[in-house]
């Protein structure tokens, strides 16, 4: 008896055997033509909407961090005053902690290390965790990320605070892996050396708005190739509630996508 | 040298082993341009197991590349020595792009590719055989494949440039398990377009 599959046939499925291995690759050249159009050509970026009524408001003094939880439609205000070289984020889904940040996943799907205003911070599902609706531009890296004991040798460093931040949650080593180092700009070059460019200028600031509920680690310690291995300044954050970004919601096609699966998840 | 295991992974298909410090594996491209993903463990504490970022910063801060090849050191979330490449015909090894999986190939190739076979599909089966899941589905190699960074901050995958049995030869520093994805990915040209099996050799 043929059973009708509700919901399957709104898309024409592909399996593995289904095209050529030319009709994949063009495909695919025709995916990476429309990133490479997006890259040349970005969406202006609308000025920022007002902030919210403040919910809170705290200061990590230099090599600390907090544990803090973020309800979906909270946004949090982070600010560098002084240009600490650095800030490591790390941040789980609240409802179920097995999904988590995905560095790899953020890059690879959005085609770009550049991440500012208007990308999205990724899970490992393919749903979005947290949006960049503001940005002050100083850089963030996902591919290197904070300092370890093999940069601070006794000091304080950012790898053990985000685990620290983790068991505050009850979490464990398991639970915490390649992270984000804020207010951090490096960049490759073309024989594929890396560059660390430097602290961020005083004053540096981004908004990120929680897409899930989230459990957030986020700790004021310096990136793993910056010279200056402790924090010299505060790092402070405020938390306000805030309005979906279209531009974050319709940045790419693969935006578009991952709120698609996101907002599936608490349909 | 002395063969302890010489299996063929088939196309698409996991596999596992427990190699012993000082103990070699050789990962073999058959058939050249297929990626294979790879997780290391520590295998008395699985949770001290492979870090990219430990592994790249120690390698940028030492003047290095972003990407793997000859000499590299993967270093576990405690920055320690798991690995060392000692050999390799390839040159150019990426551990930045991540596994491929079914959730994120919706988002990277459409709502079509959602029931397809990847990565993450193999990694979460094997790591199952050890008692662990999706928490410990970290950050990963992936041998053979083309993950360029350019300058300007694009990251694709292009078309691999490994040859017909190319090699990549990975000499244990701890007791190490390893798990790897033999990559079924279709729909980026990190395999070709075309996945197809590789050879896993294991000596001391």
């Known amino acids: 008896m043929e059973i009708a599959w509700a ?64 309800k979906r439609g909270e946004a949090m205000r982070i600010t560098n005053p002084g240009g600490t070289p650095g800030a490591a984020l790390f941040f ?64 304080r460093n950012g790898r053990d605070n985000l685990r620290l931040a983790a068991a505050k949650f009850g979490l464990t080593r398991r639970d915490v892996g390649p992270c984000i180092s804020l207010f951090s700009s490096i960049s490759t070059d073309a024989e594929g050396a890396v560059h660390y460019n430097g602290a961020p200028p005083a004053g540096a600031f981004v908004d990120l708005r929680a897409e899930m509920n989230l459990l957030v680690a986020l700790s004021n310690t310096p990136h793993a190739l910056s010279p200056v291995t402790a924090a010299t300044g505060p790092i402070d954050f405020s938390v306000y509630a805030a309005a979906p970004s279209e531009l974050c919601r319709t940045y790419s096609e693969e935006a578009v996508r991952g709120f698609e699966n996101t907002d599936a998840y608490f349909a | ?133 999706k928490r410990d589905l970290v950050s990963n190699v992936n041998f053979f494949m083309n993950v360029p960074i ?3 901050g694009e990251l694709t995958v292009d078309d691999g ?20 994805s033999n990559c079924p990915q279709v729909n980026n040209p990190c395999n070709g377009f075309r996945p197809t099996p590789i050879r896993i050799v294991i000596s001391a």
Request: glycine share 8%; with cysteine; proline share 5%.
């Open chain 1, 7 to 70: 919901g399957l046939t709104e898309v024409a499925l592909l399996d593995l055997d289904k095209l050529t291995p030319e009709e994949y690759r063009a495909r695919y050249l025709a995916l990476q033509d429309a990133a490479r159009a997006r890259a040349a050509a970005p969406p202006e970026i609308p000025p920022a909407a007002e902030a919210g009524e403040v919910l809170k408001r705290e200061s990590i003094p230099p090599g600390w961090y907090v544990a803090l939880r973020l």
């Open chain 1, 92 to 155: 789980w889904n609240a409802d179920d902690v097995s999904e988590r940040f995905n560095a790899g996943d953020t890059t690879k799907l959005q085609w770009t290390t550049n991440l500012t205003t208007g990308r999205v911070l990724f899970s490992d599902m393919g749903r979005v965790l947290m949006s960049i609706i503001a940005d002050s531009g100083a850089g963030h890296d996902s591919i290197i990320g904070a300092n370890t004991p093999a940069q601070t040798g006794a000091g």
């Open chain 2, 1 to 133: 040298m002395s063969v302890i295991s010489d299996i063929t992974v088939p196309a698409r298909a996991p596999y596992s082993a427990t190699l012993k410090a000082g103990q070699t594996m050789r990962i073999i491209d058959l058939e050249s341009q297929q990626a294979v993903d790879a997780l290391f463990y520590n295998a008395h504490d699985v949770t001290e197991r492979y870090s990219a970022q430990d592994t790249l910063a120690a390698q940028a801060a030492a003047g290095g590349k972003f990407y793997l090849e000859t000499g590299a050191v993967l270093l576990s979330n405690e920055a320690r020595p798991m690995m060392t490449i000692t050999a390799d015909t390839c040159g150019f090894h990426d551990t930045c792009a991540g596994a491929c999986s079914c959730e994120s190939n919706t988002v990277r190739f459409g709502h079509e590719t959602r029931f397809m076979h990847s990565c993450r599909e193999n990694f979460l089966n094997e790591l199952g055989k050890y008692g662990m899941g």
């Open chain 2, 150 to 152: 350019r300058p300007n």
């Open chain 2, 161 to 180: 440039v490994s040859e017909p049995g190319g090699y990549v030869d990975l000499r244990a520093e701890m007791d190490v398990l390893v798990l790897i």
